[in-house]
């Protein structure tokens, strides 16, 4: 189990480190209400996104957006309007998106 969540936090590190080099401002990251966690909240050009990072090394079970299932998507819509709700602040627009990593594992066997 701890190996599926190594994968997870470096999907994440890379996600976060891609999109600062595309323009987005990190706000947070795992942000967490009672509803569930977030991933990474970022902002770029007055929108606000909020963002679930899939990594997977295999296609075997489906493409990683595949994972979003209406639960997740339920917890991640709860926890954004937690979120805002906490801040008053205006964002132009507010968007849901999925940042979708495939890689492949690779094991040393030395």
Same mark, same amino acid.
């Given at each position: ?8 936090? $470096?999907?994440?590190?890379?996600? #976060?480190?891609?999109?600062? +080099?595309?323009?987005?401002?990190? *706000?947070? @990251?795992?942000?967490? &209400? ?24 295999? $296609?075997?079970?489906?493409?990683? #957006?595949?994972?979003?299932? +209406?639960?997740?998507?339920?917890? *991640?819509? @709860?926890?954004?309007? &937690? ?28």
């Amino acid at each position: 189990m701890r190996h599926k969540k190594n994968i997870g936090d $470096s999907g994440e590190e890379f996600a #976060a480190r891609v999109l600062e +080099e595309s323009g987005y401002q990190i *706000i947070e @990251r795992n942000y967490s &209400s009672r509803y569930g966690e977030i991933d990474i909240i970022a902002l770029r050009d007055g929108i606000l996104h909020f963002i679930e990072v899939k990594t997977r090394t295999s $296609s075997d079970f489906g493409y990683p #957006a595949e994972a979003v299932t +209406e639960t997740k998507i339920t917890r *991640i819509r @709860r926890t954004a309007e &937690s979120y805002i709700s906490r801040r008053r602040a205006f964002w132009r627009s507010i968007s849901f998106d999925v940042f979708e990593i495939m890689t492949e594992l690779i094991v040393d066997c030395m």
